[in-house]
């Protein structure tokens, strides 16, 4: 694992941009996968701008969504997909033919698990990840106690989980449970990028970063990722002991 401390979010997320970019221009028929939800929300305009700006081929690639609360129709605002809809396929004109995300609304998740985990063996893999830290360590809905082992599956949330994700949406909704890529597929993935901003994060950077690995602090498996990348600005550094 590595960690790179940027002065603030701007730049932390120019980075990751560039990341994406130069990416789909190694391989364009890359795999890429992202979390929704506040930290990444500047690294894809960024990503928007520039795939337009240096007229990148966009015609081959393919994107997976990280997870997805269950109950939620694609367009319930707020919700992961949402969020996708409104921040990469409709300014990139990307073709649902060129995604895959989980449908939080099917009567039959259990082979949502299995088709996304079977899409993603035929794609060869992950190319890149991007993902963010809950306040209780969670990446995706891989939530505190989860096994390390898991592809796709579904899952109770956790409570602060159900806390903080009302944050996302304008009305109260009700927040059960969600459907996630696993940690086996982040420790699969070619490379994978987490990305923190802000004070509120320094905590649980420092947890994930220099605490012990543990299923009850999911985001420690950073750690054990050769090509993983904690990106953060200085105020969710700012806990960090050693020299980074
Ligand atoms: C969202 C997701 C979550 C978030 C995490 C951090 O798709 O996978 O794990 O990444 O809860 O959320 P923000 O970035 O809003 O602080």
Not at 97 to 107: E, R, T
Not at 185 to 193: G, W, Y
């Given at each position: 694992?590595?960690?790179?401390?940027?002065?603030?979010?701007?730049s932390?997320?120019?980075?990751?941009?560039?990341?994406?970019?130069?990416?789909?221009?190694?391989?364009?028929?890359?795999?890429?996968?992202?979390?929704s939800?506040?930290?990444?929300?500047?690294?894809?305009?960024?990503?928007?701008?520039?795939?337009?700006?240096?007229?990148?081929?966009?015609?081959?690639?393919?994107?997976?969504?990280?997870?997805?609360?269950?109950?939620?129709s694609?367009?319930?605002?707020?919700?992961?997909?949402?969020?996708?809809?409104?921040?990469?396929?409709?300014?990139?004109?990307?073709?649902?033919?060129?995604?895959?995300?989980?449908?939080?609304?099917?009567?039959?998740?259990?082979?949502?698990?299995?088709?996304?985990?079977?899409?993603?063996?035929?794609?060869?893999?992950?190319?890149?990840?991007?993902?963010?830290?809950?306040?209780?360590?969670?990446?995706?809905?891989?939530?505190?106690?989860?096994?390390?082992?898991?592809?796709?599956?579904?899952?109770?949330?956790?409570?602060?989980?159900?806390?903080?994700?009302?944050?996302?949406?304008?009305?109260?909704?009700?927040?059960?449970?969600?459907?996630?890529?696993?940690?086996?597929?982040?420790?699969?993935?070619?490379?994978?990028?987490?990305?923190?901003?802000?004070?509120?994060?320094?905590?649980?950077?420092?947890?994930?970063?220099?605490?012990?690995?543990?299923?009850?602090?999911?985001?420690s498996?950073?750690?054990?990722?050769?090509h993983?990348?904690v990106?953060?600005d200085?105020?969710?550094?700012?806990?960090?002991?050693?020299?980074?």
């Amino acid at each position: 694992m590595n960690i790179q401390i940027f002065k603030d979010y701007a730049s932390l997320s120019a980075f990751a941009a560039k990341e994406i970019i130069h990416m789909l221009k190694q391989k364009p028929d890359a795999t890429l996968c992202m979390a929704s939800g506040d930290s990444p929300k500047l690294t894809c305009e960024l990503f928007v701008k520039k795939a337009r700006d240096e007229k990148v081929n966009l015609s081959e690639f393919f994107f997976i969504g990280l997870d997805e609360w269950v109950g939620l129709s694609g367009d319930t605002e707020g919700g992961c997909h949402h969020d996708f809809n409104k921040r990469i396929f409709n300014p990139l004109r990307i073709s649902p033919a060129q995604y895959h995300l989980f449908n939080g609304l099917s009567d039959d998740l259990e082979n949502e698990c299995v088709v996304m985990d079977k899409i993603i063996r035929e794609k060869g893999g992950i190319d890149l990840m991007i993902v963010g830290i809950g306040m209780n360590g969670h990446i995706g809905f891989n939530e505190p106690g989860v096994d390390f082992k898991l592809l796709s599956h579904v899952t109770e949330l956790d409570e602060t989980t159900v806390t903080v994700g009302q944050k996302y949406f304008q009305e109260q909704v009700v927040l059960q449970k969600g459907i996630t890529l696993g940690l086996a597929h982040l420790m699969n993935a070619k490379k994978v990028l987490l990305l923190a901003q802000g004070a509120k994060k320094a905590a649980v950077i420092q947890k994930a970063v220099e605490g012990e690995i543990s299923n009850f602090f999911p985001a420690s498996i950073m750690q054990q990722h050769l090509h993983g990348y904690v990106l953060v600005d200085e105020e969710a550094a700012s806990l960090l002991n050693k020299a980074h």
